[in-house]
Each structure stands twice: as C-alpha cells, then as structure tokens.
C-alpha cells in the first residue's frame, strides 16, 4: 500500500519560513519523481516544485528563488523549504509521486494547510 504523509504545514506570518516533509511509503523512492503541489480556495491545483532522484529540480516561477526542493533518498523523504513566504502562498499543499517512466502510475498525499497571514 502507498502511503505519502505529509508534516510541517502550519500558520507563519508574511516574510516568515515553512519546511514541509513527505515520507513515502510501498514504493521503490528511487523510481519516483517526488513533487510537491497546492490548491488555493476556489482555484485549481498548481504545480509548486519537483525533484528526480538524480536531485534534478524544478520549479514554479512565482516560487523560484523562495522555495527549495529536496530529497533525501535513504530516508524516502522529500522536502520543501519555504522562506520569504506571502500571503499568496496560502494553500493547502500535496506531496506527490510520479514514477519516472510510467507516468500513470503517480500518488497523492493526504495535503497539509499552509497558512501566511498577519
């Protein structure tokens, strides 16, 4: 059974720093690009960032240079540091995972609520 478990969402203030983790679960990690996604109220789910296995990144532009992507393959964990965040970073954020060569063969974690406000 997949499993991915996300942690660390929460409520910052403007200018302020999350990490997200996601441990995964009933896969080969090593197979899977790992991404992390989020859906804001009322819109509709938007790539934020992905990672390969090979540490190969990518990102959104509204979130380049604030937000970092890892992973830590020994752990199957993927991580997502967010620094300088807005109040347009509000949403609830999912860990996803895509295998590299079957793309239909692709998870979702539970999401995390992640909050910026004053």
């Known amino acids: 059974q997949v499993q991915l478990v996300e942690s660390g969402g929460g409520l910052v203030q403007p200018g302020g720093s999350l990490r997200l983790s996601c441990a995964a679960s009933?896969?080969?990690?090593?197979?899977?690009?790992m991404g992390w996604y989020r859906q804001a109220p009322g819109k509709q789910r938007e790539l934020v960032a992905t990672?390969?296995?090979?540490?190969?990144?990518n990102y959104s532009d509204s979130v380049k240079g604030r937000f970092t992507i890892s992973r830590d393959n020994t752990k199957n964990t993927v991580f997502l540091q967010m620094n300088s965040l807005k109040p347009e970073d509000t949403a609830v954020y999912f860990c996803?995972?895509?295998?590299?060569?079957?793309?239909?063969?692709?998870?979702w974690g539970q999401g995390t609520q992640v909050t910026v406000s004053s």
């Open positions: 009933g896969i080969i990690f090593n197979d899977y690009v």
């Open positions: 996803n995972a895509r295998h590299a060569f079957m793309v239909s063969r692709a998870y």
């Open positions: 990672v390969t296995s090979s540490r190969n990144t």
